[in-house]
């Protein structure tokens, strides 16, 4: 149990594009969805926490305009990465609370970002 | 600010070895610490520690937390070429904060 599904795995787009990645959880509710950024060789940096129904709360650093965040469902959270560039290249990987079964928090299999 | 330190940032031992890997936190609100294994994409939860003392393991992966002295140690017994991976441990209060990672290398 406690599975999040996260597509696309990879997708590459032109600079000046706008990308969605999507994030699902397949056999729970999850109320509280985490945004995680990662660059080669470093830790998941948080970018910010999605909760059902209500706006998206960024750490500090992180441009709401462009990382836009929608957790509209139970079961569902998109990320959009508007108006692309290349510095935007990155592992995006989502995770969503699940401590209640003490799984920790589950998380996405990741998409690789590049953009060209 | 909550902050995550890990160590070593990199370890290279043998087939067999037994390694330790050192995480300390200093988080705001402490509700739990949690170690993964990050290979080639995300991570997979390996434990979730939330009392003091208490070591929890599974197979050759055992992991303890000192509360007091605000850290956890995960160990790795008899090491294998698949244990080679990203070690990572976070802290949790509302959030989850992360260590740098260890990076372990395990050659045959």
């Known amino acids: 149990g406690a599975v999040v599904s996260q597509h696309p795995s990879w997708v590459i787009c032109k600079s000046g594009t706008s990308v969605k990645i999507e994030c699902r959880s397949l056999?729970?509710?999850?109320?509280?969805m985490f945004w995680y950024r990662q660059f080669p060789k470093q830790s998941l940096m948080l970018m910010a926490t999605?909760?059902?129904?209500?706006?998206?709360?960024?750490e500090q650093g992180v441009e709401k305009d462009k990382f836009l965040i929608n957790h509209a469902s139970l079961t569902l959270s998109t990320l959009t990465v508007t108006s692309a560039h290349p510095e935007d290249s990155s592992f995006y990987i989502c995770?969503?609370?699940?401590?209640?079964?003490?799984?920790?928090?589950?998380f996405g299999s990741g998409t690789r970002l590049t953009v060209v | 600010e909550d902050k995550v330190v890990q160590s070593p940032l990199s370890l290279v031992v043998h087939e067999g070895d037994t390694v330790t890997l050192n995480c300390s936190y200093e988080v705001t609100n402490f509700r739990s610490l949690l170690w993964y294994k990050q290979e080639k994409k995300a991570p997979t939860f390996l434990f979730m520690l939330?009392?003091?003392?208490i070591e929890k393991k599974s197979g050759r992966l055992s992991s303890i937390l000192d509360k007091k002295e605000l850290f956890s140690i995960l160990n790795i017994t008899a090491t294998q070429t698949g244990d080679s991976a990203i070690y990572l441990c976070?802290?949790?209060?509302?959030?989850?904060?992360f260590g740098t990672g260890t990076r372990l290398t395990i050659i045959p």
């Open positions: 939330t009392s003091s003392g």
């Open positions: 995770s969503a609370d699940h401590r209640g079964l003490g799984y920790g928090y589950t």
């Open positions: 976070a802290a949790h209060d509302e959030k989850l904060t």
């Open positions: 056999d729970f509710q999850a109320t509280t």
């Open positions: 999605s909760n059902e129904g209500s706006k998206a709360t960024y």
